[in-house]
């Protein structure tokens, strides 16, 4: 059966983050996490503490904000593991650890120059929290001659259910920063969980149409893992709630590919767990399992992303 998806040079029927790359830079390009330690106001007493329930604590607030010599030695040792896979390999530094706006922009420049200019560094994304942006920091991203992207935790539309969740700010302010960043040349990545307690399979879907309202370059498309020592696992020992299984999860993802746009990139379909601190759901930790299983749907199905957009 021919791929009827247009960007695609696989059989994949949705935008992969590794078709855009080689598109772009037409060689392979690892995105290289980093952890510059930064913390949350969700964990510093500023809005909370604890961060968000799903929240695991590695790379936490207590550690010490990293500047040059560190972070240097972080990326070009994750660099060099990719090339051990991909010989031809460049590297996006990765700011992957907590918010990583949540700073004055005077520590952002001490930390971020250094990757802006460093010429064999294509571009950097940047992890952070909707409300851990201002006007003062964007101006900084967006002169930037290298591609910048903003990955924005949402996680749900659904305010009850991010209130549950401990999240400490509105869906409404992810939606205005997605709308202002359009009038600048930085790309944005929201990031979902599919399988947050008391939601179901409609509630999952309407968070994928909301987010296809409005400018987004790319989706990352997780499934909700209860980490040991996380306040949602304690919730769920307490008070177990129902665990998407494979095909549920499968299923879902492949109705909200259909709801969005053909042109967003999905960088991710299922997250990475830790296996030693996973309580579950088990069947994530063999990511290519899942990948393939939506591969397999989405051929059976004859369907593709975009398909009822």
């Not at 060689?27 to 952890?35: C, E, H, S, T, Y």
């Not at 660099?79 to 907590?98: E, T, V």
């Not at 306040?231 to 299984?245: D, G, N, R, W």
């Amino acid at each position: 059966m021919n791929n009827p998806y247009p960007y695609s040079n696989d059989n994949k029927r949705y935008q992969t983050i590794n078709y855009y790359f080689r598109n772009k830079y037409h060689q392979k390009v690892a995105k290289i996490p980093l952890n510059a330690g930064f913390t949350c106001p969700n964990r510093d007493g500023f809005k909370g503490t604890g961060g968000c329930t799903f929240c695991s604590s590695m790379g936490s607030g207590d550690s010490i904000l990293c500047f040059d010599d560190s972070l240097q030695k972080q990326y070009q040792e994750g660099l060099k593991r990719m090339q051990n896979k991909w010989p031809d390999c460049i590297g996006f530094a990765y700011f992957q650890s907590y918010s990583n706006t949540y700073a004055p922009l005077f520590i952002l420049k001490k930390i971020y120059d250094p990757f802006f200019k460093n010429p064999n560094i294509p571009g950097v994304a940047i992890a952070t929290r909707a409300d851990c942006l201002n006007d003062e920091i964007i101006d900084y991203l967006n002169s930037q001659n290298k591609e910048v992207w903003l990955e924005l935790g949402l996680q749900s539309v659904h305010e009850d259910t991010m209130e549950k969740c401990n999240r400490k700010h509105s869906t409404q302010i992810v939606f205005d920063w997605l709308d202002k960043l359009k009038d600048t040349n930085i790309k944005t990545c929201v990031h979902i969980i599919n399988g947050l307690p008391g939601e179901n399979k409609q509630d999952m879907l309407e968070t994928v149409k909301q987010i296809a309202k409005h400018p987004v370059d790319a989706i990352k498309i997780h499934m909700l893992h209860l980490i040991e020592g996380t306040q949602m696992a304690k919730e769920y020992e307490k008070e177990p709630f129902h665990i998407l299984t494979l095909e549920e999860y499968v299923d879902i993802v492949v109705d909200q590919l259909e709801l969005l746009p053909q042109e967003v990139i999905i960088e991710r379909l299922t997250g990475d767990g830790i296996a030693k601190d996973l309580i579950e759901p088990k069947w994530t930790i063999k990511k290519t399992i899942v990948t393939n299983e939506i591969d397999k749907l989405m051929v059976k199905r004859n369907t593709w992303q975009g398909k009822h957009v």
